[in-house]
């Protein structure tokens, strides 16, 4: 199949609320994982567009790089492009046949690597999406995000969980459990339009000046899961429960427990791995306490990256202040969006 039509997609970002690494195998496996996140107005993007002279392009930016290599059935998924250049092995191999499709392929983020924000899977859902579209492929949300996962995590071997690729799927705030065997289930909150605002006026998103890579903290997740740690095992169990007892906070639109449990899911966080706080980030959350936080914790893995504060709306512009002033760093506005991925043909009228 050649498309002669040019394809956009994006995907969104999101904030990890509650539960967050209980979705990584095998504590997910084991014991059944819960995760509360949202998506916001940050996004992965990407354009495919057909090529008559055999190549596939890489594009990207953001990175600062550019790559034109010959269109064959496979490639070496490495460099600044592998997770561009892996989704296009697998399409290739599981829908066209190991037939080559010359491609240019464009991507950008709206956030820096190693965000904690999710952007490595959302990336990698934006493209499936994309592909989705261009080839007329039957993906739902479900297979999209498993396809996703699977390009990640089977395909290229990178560590991490589940939560980000579903959430990039289908969009908005969700309550998601994972179980053995890959059984996932994303359960969509109704959140009343006023508690969605409520809350944004109440979170302050920072930026820590700070790009982790999150592998290394999961892999000692997961050693601690296997040797059956108890207090890593024990704070994993809170945090399940957290995103329970999150999700029925916001559906009361009960901010205040909200906060409360953001902070009791932080100090159970950081007993999950040892590098998941630090001395910059224990400042930087001593600081946003000082200017009138009642809550913060990272936003992904841990190490760096993004963190989130709670922050009761009158002390919001003195705590923007005093993050402004962290060198480094940057305040981070945000909405929070209900649409998944999505992806469309471009039109003769689309600006190139």
Known sequence: MKPAYSVRARAPLRLGLAGGGTDVSPYCDLHGGAVLNATIDRYAHCTLAPRHDGMVVFEAPDMGTSETLPATARLEAVGPCKLQKAVYNRITADYLGGEPLPLTISTTLDAPPGSGLGSSSTMVVCLVTAFTELLALPLGEYDIAHLAYVIERVDMGLTGGKQDQYAAAF??????????????????????????????????????????????????????????????????????????????????????????????????????????????????????????????????????????????????????????????????????????????????????
């Open 171 to 352: 969009g908005g705030v969700n309550l998601i459990e994972f179980y053995a065997n890959d059984r996932v289930i994303v359960n969509p909150l109704r959140i009343k339009d006023w508690i969605l605002q409520e809350l944004e006026e109440s979170l302050v998103t920072f930026y820590t000046g700070v790009s982790r890579e999150s592998a290394h903290i999961i892999d000692e997740q997961i050693r601690n899961t296997t040797s059956k740690a108890t207090a890593p095992v024990e704070a994993m169990h809170q945090l399940k429960a957290d995103a329970a007892r999150m999700k029925e906070a916001l559906l009361f639109g009960d901010v205040r427990r909200f906060a409360e449990v953001l902070d009791s899911s932080w100090q159970a966080k950081k007993r999950m791995a040892s590098a998941i706080s630090n001395r910059h980030i224990d400042a930087i959350d001593a600081a946003a306490r000082g200017a009138g936080a009642v809550a913060g914790k990272v936003t992904g893995a841990g190490g760096g990256g993004y963190m989130m504060f709670a922050v009761p709306p009158r002390h919001r512009r003195r705590l923007v202040d005093t993050l402004d002033t962290i060198e480094g760093g940057r305040v981070m506005d945000f909405h929070f969006v209900k649409e998944g991925a999505t992806a469309w043909r471009t039109s003769n009228g689309s600006l190139e």
